[in-house]
């Protein structure tokens, strides 16, 4: 499998992961295991979802605080 079809699919599975959930400590669960994999090097698309971006800040560990800074900084 080629570096960019496992690249689709990873970032598929962690969008799907993401929209599915709307409490904020398992959305911070699914955006760290995403940000931890060692095979997936591209996060735009999870972190720019609306309920990533809807998260108050104040709900996020510093580790996803930096990510969401920079997510909402790129799409506002």
Not at 5 to 21: G, M, N, P, W, Y
Not at 32 to 60: G, K
């Amino acid at each position: 499998m080629d570096i960019e079809q496992r690249q689709s699919e990873l970032i598929d599975h962690f969008v799907k992961r993401a929209s599915a959930v709307s409490d904020a400590a398992a959305l911070a669960s699914v955006l760290v295991e995403a940000t931890s994999h060692p095979s997936l090097f591209a996060f735009s698309e999870i972190l720019a979802l609306p309920n990533v971006l809807q998260v108050p800040a104040v709900s996020l560990s510093v580790f996803l605080l930096v990510f969401h800074n920079f997510v909402v900084g790129f799409v506002s």
